[in-house]
């Protein structure tokens, strides 16, 4: 995979609230907040939020240095309650590129899941499927705008999504991937 997508992606600078804080661990360059869900009749989206941060690739190589990453900066935003009373899910996102043969766009994901207690350990998921379509759709719609054929391979820890635009319906995204049954 190419990393030349990546240096063309980070270019967008902006003031995020707890950018200071998390200047000790990692270099922000550019943010997002999305919803998932459906939107009524004037706009509102009933769907949860999540922040979305690319991660430089040089930060972030693999998914373990990003898990590391999610765990050791996630509370600062998740926790940040001046600014989220109800807190917020947390996305760090580092851009690999796109793989040559088939156009598909690869990106690491590791979530900071909102309300999960104060052990950011335990708050990082395995494989957030709206914190991965969240981010996905945010790309898609940043960098590829007028392609609605798309893919986006998320790797997560718990293994990889495909997320792409709805061809019915371009606003809407579809998620593929494994599903298997969990014990308790």
Not at 141 to 148: A, N
Not at 163 to 182: E, V
Request: aromatic share 4%; hydrophobic share 35%.
């Amino acid at each position: 995979m190419s990393n030349e997508l990546l240096s063309s992606l980070i270019s967008i600078n902006s003031i995020f609230p707890q950018e200071k804080k998390l200047a000790d661990f990692v270099e922000l360059h550019n943010w997002s907040i999305g919803l998932n869900g459906d939107a009524d009749t004037e706009g509102n989206v009933d769907g949860e939020p999540h922040i979305m941060i690319e991660v430089p690739s040089d930060q972030a190589p693999d998914l373990s240095t990003l898990r590391k990453l999610a765990v050791d900066a996630g509370p600062i935003v998740t926790k940040a309650l001046s600014y989220f009373p109800r807190e917020i899910n947390l996305n760090f996102v580092v851009v690999q590129g796109m793989d040559p043969v088939d156009g598909k766009v690869h990106v690491l994901n590791c979530t900071h899941e909102r309300n999960l207690g104060n052990d950011p350990d335990h708050s990082v998921t395995a494989a957030c499927g709206t914190g991965s379509t969240v981010s996905s759709g945010t790309l898609l719609r940043k960098y590829f705008p007028d392609e609605l054929d798309k893919v986006v391979v998320v790797h997560c820890t718990g293994g990889d999504l495909e997320i792409s635009r709805d061809p019915k319906d371009p606003r809407r995204m579809i998620m593929k991937g494994p599903a298997s049954i969990c014990e308790m």
